[in-house]
């Protein structure tokens, strides 16, 4: 009995080792086959991508938690036939930019390209000659995203004109999906080896592309793009230096001279103010708006909070004199003399300038783009983010904050705001009721789940993708309707 038994147990492991052998046959075959189909010209478009959604997103880590950032491990290079390089040069701020990179990288990947490590803006109106290597992590970069897409530091030279290659510099169109690019760009791979797209800002739909390419995007934003190691390491230390004080409010006070120009929000200014913003407004050929009407455009809200606008809010909305606020801005147009009524009512208001020294900032000084870093990390991980404007930068933190368990955000109703306010200042309003009313205004204002609001034909008027990458925040959509609700719908006009 027991040889039979012996003879029983050795054909069943017998017959286990032959199923292992034939099982790890097909998969070495499926790879193989996998790697042929991934030469092709169109490979990956109608699965290539679809490990893409298979990388778990971890949530964004504090930017002031050293101990938690755990060893980085790349995956294995991507292995496939480029049809040809995209340069990419970006333009507007430091998060305008970043948005780019995400998007850039995203329509390389769908098209099987190799790109070159985008060029950033130094011609605007910041002036900032900083390359992205001095802002951004670029070998992070390069290798966190080897296993979606090929990224070189230059286009070779045995692609230039001198060898016969000649490229072509366009701007893509705004807003565009996935079938446009597919349809308009690829094609022009087929002439031009090298692609240049000399515009980037919202090249991308905010909607309608596939699961696989908004988590690309995500990726990109919370996982490849990091700062330099100079940038983040100052950033913690104000971050350090906040919490050693307690809970902070970041600020995102963007009245800032270049908002105001562009905007022609002069409310407050004197009229010697109001004449170099409208000067410098016309100054700029690319800001298309100039006759502005600054009370108009206010009473839309369509103006950043003035300063003291901003005081009275806060202070309306139950934040007092103890309160830490860190201004997440740059220069303030007309200084101190500007900031006199919000330090008052808030003594401890801190920015970058006043917490560390000047030579920690040396370095940093003529680079906006690498002192918006800064506010961005900080911006990031205070305990409460309070944008007075909702512009690029006020977007992007939003859209970190989300991915970060959703850490308080207050989204300021201004054009309910002003009014309000005019109301107190012309005697309406006594101090309890404008505090209420406030008060009442923001109670649905503090940032929730929700998807994203869509609005056929008009891209711009919908919620940004950058702002609330919900599609990133849940794995499958069972998850989804379970964080967002069954019942809380894109609004579709």
Request: aromatic share 10%; proline share 4%; with cysteine.
């Amino acid at each position: 009995m027991e040889v039979r038994s012996e003879g029983i147990r050795l054909r069943f492991w017998f017959v286990r080792l032959c199923s292992s052998i034939v099982l790890w046959i097909c998969f070495v075959q499926l790879v193989t086959v996998s790697e042929l189909w991934h030469s092709h010209l169109f490979s990956g478009i109608t699965s290539g991508i679809y490990n893409i959604a298979q990388i778990q997103l971890p949530k964004q880590l504090d930017y002031g938690d050293v101990d938690q950032l755990p060893p980085t491990v790349f995956l294995p290079p991507r292995n496939y036939t480029s049809n040809g390089f995209l340069r990419v040069s970006c333009n507007g701020g430091l998060n305008q930019m970043r948005a780019a990179i995400c998007d850039m990288v995203t329509v390389a990947r769908f098209l099987n390209l190799t790109l070159v490590v985008p060029e950033l803006d130094k011609t605007s109106f910041w002036a900032d000659p900083s390359n992205f290597e001095d802002i951004f992590d670029v070998k992070h970069f390069i290798d966190s995203l080897r296993d979606q897409v090929r990224i070189v530091k230059r286009v070779p030279k045995r692609f230039s004109s001198k060898y016969g290659y000649s490229s072509l510099e366009m701007p893509p169109v705004s807003w565009s999906n996935e079938k446009y690019y597919l349809e308009q760009i690829l094609p022009l791979f087929g002439k031009h080896k090298v692609l240049h797209f000399n515009k980037t800002d919202t090249r991308l739909a905010n909607n309608g592309l596939p699961l696989d390419l908004q988590k690309l995007r995500c990726r990109v934003n919370y996982q490849a793009i990091k700062f330099t190691p100079q940038i983040e390491n100052l950033g913690r230390k104000l971050i350090q230096m906040l919490r050693e004080k307690g809970p902070f409010v970041a600020l995102h006070l963007r009245y800032e001279m270049d908002m105001l120009a562009f905007s022609g929000c002069t409310q407050g200014c004197t009229d010697k103010e109001a004449e170099e913003l409208k000067n410098m407004r016309y100054a700029f050929p690319w800001w298309r708006e100039k006759e502005i009407i600054s009370e108009e455009r206010r009473s839309q809200g369509l103006c950043p909070l003035t300063p003291e606008e901003a005081a009275l809010v806060l202070r309306a909305l139950g934040f007092g004199r103890e309160t830490q606020i860190y201004i997440a801005a740059g220069e303030i147009y007309g200084g101190e003399r500007r900031l006199a009524q919000l330090r008052a009512v808030f003594p401890q208001i801190v920015k970058k300038e006043t917490l560390l020294e000047r030579d920690d900032l040396q370095h940093f000084q003529n680079h906006s783009s690498q002192m918006a870093a800064l506010d961005f990390m900080v911006s990031v991980a205070s305990n409460t983010f309070i944008p007075t404007y909702d512009g690029n930068m006020a977007r992007l933190v939003e859209g970190h904050r989300r991915h970060a368990n959703f850490r308080k955000t207050i989204l300021l109703d201004r054009k309910k705001l002003v009014e309000l306010v005019d109301m107190h200042q012309n005697g309406t309003l006594k101090w309890n009721e404008f505090a209420d009313a406030v008060k009442q205004v923001h109670e649905t204002r503090i940032v929730q789940p929700t998807r994203r609001k869509v609005i056929t034909d008009r891209p711009k008027e919908e919620d940004y993708f950058y702002a609330n990458p919900y599609e990133c925040l849940c794995e499958e959509e069972t998850n989804c309707d379970d964080l967002l609700g069954h019942h809380n719908t894109s609004q579709v006009a």
